[in-house]
């Protein structure tokens, strides 16, 4: 199947299937750093407070993720923009979602391994952070996003008839710009 002909085809499809998809994903994502905080308080009695602290994270969480894809999105489309792409924004929040699919189903993974954690062998959040499971469901989520990029790059080469090397710049430079950024943080 000729790949334009398939980003043109993504296009007319309707845009609640690319919405559900990005708040499936923003729940999974949810769900993974709801188990990790039950990972680290189990055991821990802590009260309404907590349990209201934890409902409420878990909502900001799936807006978080909702407002980062689109902010995202934004950020490669003003870089698509700047390599003489030519397209709606609208046209890449339709067809950007799809390549969400690979990440939701590594976060499902995800998920599984730290539920074969036992959190009775878990005292502190180092042991947590040395855990086996841990660090493969961490592995698979960042290599997920990977395959993630690299279908992101082809919707945006055919999307905004861009060279490869534009397309690829168009994903990368944002990708390594917000990395470096929070790298800075870090720092301090």
């Known amino acids: 199947m000729n790949i334009k002909l398939l980003v043109s085809r993504l296009q007319a499809v309707p845009k ?3 919405w559900i998809i990005v708040i499936i994903y923003s729940l999974l994502l949810s769900d993974f750093i709801s188990t990790i905080n039950n990972l680290i308080m189990d055991g821990i009695m802590l009260g309404n407070i907590y349990d209201i602290f934890m409902n409420l994270t878990y909502f900001v969480t799936i ?12 950020l ?13 924004f609208g046209n890449l929040l339709k067809i950007s979602p799809y390549p969400y699919i690979i990440p939701a189903i590594a976060v ?12 009775n062998k878990i005292s502190n959040i180092l042991e947590l952070q040395e855990n086996r499971n841990l660090r493969i469901a961490l592995s698979i989520i960042n290599w997920s996003f990977i395959f993630y990029y690299l279908l992101l790059i082809i919707q945006i080469k055919y999307l905004y008839s861009i060279s490869w090397i534009k397309a690829f710049g168009t994903v990368i430079i944002p990708v390594v710009t917000i990395w470096g950024i929070t790298q800075l943080f870090t720092l301090t």
């Open 76 to 88: 490669f489309h003003l870089t698509a923009l700047l390599f003489d792409g030519n397209a709606v």
């Open 108 to 119: 499902s993974i995800a998920i599984l391994l730290l539920e074969q954690i036992d959190p």
């Open 63 to 74: 807006l978080s993720g909702i407002a980062i894809w689109i902010i995202t999105m934004l």
């Open 16 to 18: 609640w299937c690319g």
